[in-house]
């Protein structure tokens, strides 16, 4: 589906108030209630917080939860995209060997890295009931929702020493 920028434009400038109004893992939680309901083709959106070696769910909107609340970045398309440093895009998750399965009707999926001053702090993942679904205006898109919510990333604190 081509996201047209007389949709992509506005949605932009309200995730941006989003993250001025809010902090943190609130802002996170309303940047993906209003993905997921600007876009029809959004069932499921969820932004993860890269600790470590893993990715931990930070804010989601769906019909349902996830139960994959924490992610080895060596597993999973999610994984992949921390991985890689690069976006990943599949039409059909069926036909990928990488694919966390999650929810059954679930039959393509987008994950995007968020960034800040060029370091992987986290991820926006979002999945579509369709084969197809996402396209490279969803990519871009959604490369630009990252740009504007890496400050809501917020790290989290190293481990104490042993």
């Known amino acids: 589906m081509t996201l047209p920028s007389r949709q992509t434009r506005p949605s932009l400038l309200q995730i941006e108030a989003i993250v001025l109004r809010l902090r943190g893992e609130a802002a996170l939680a309303e940047v993906c209630r209003f993905l997921r309901t600007e876009f029809s083709h959004f069932d499921w959106v969820g932004v993860y917080r890269l600790e470590g070696t893993e990715l931990a769910l930070s804010g989601w909107d769906g019909a349902q939860p996830t139960e994959h609340v924490r992610i080895p970045i060596d597993r999973g398309l999610c ?19 990488e694919y966390l399965a999650c929810f059954v009707d679930t039959r393509s999926e987008i994950v995007v890295p968020v960034r800040v001053g060029g370091t992987i702090v986290g991820e926006i993942d979002v999945d579509g009931r369709t084969v197809g679904a996402f396209d490279d205006s969803d990519r871009r898109f959604l490369e630009e929702v990252a740009r504007r919510i890496g400050p809501s990333i917020v790290p989290a604190p190293p481990p104490p020493p042993a």
Do not use: L, N, T
């Open 79 to 97: 994984g992949r995209a921390v991985r890689e440093g690069a976006s990943v895009v599949v039409a059909d998750v069926r036909e990928s060997p």
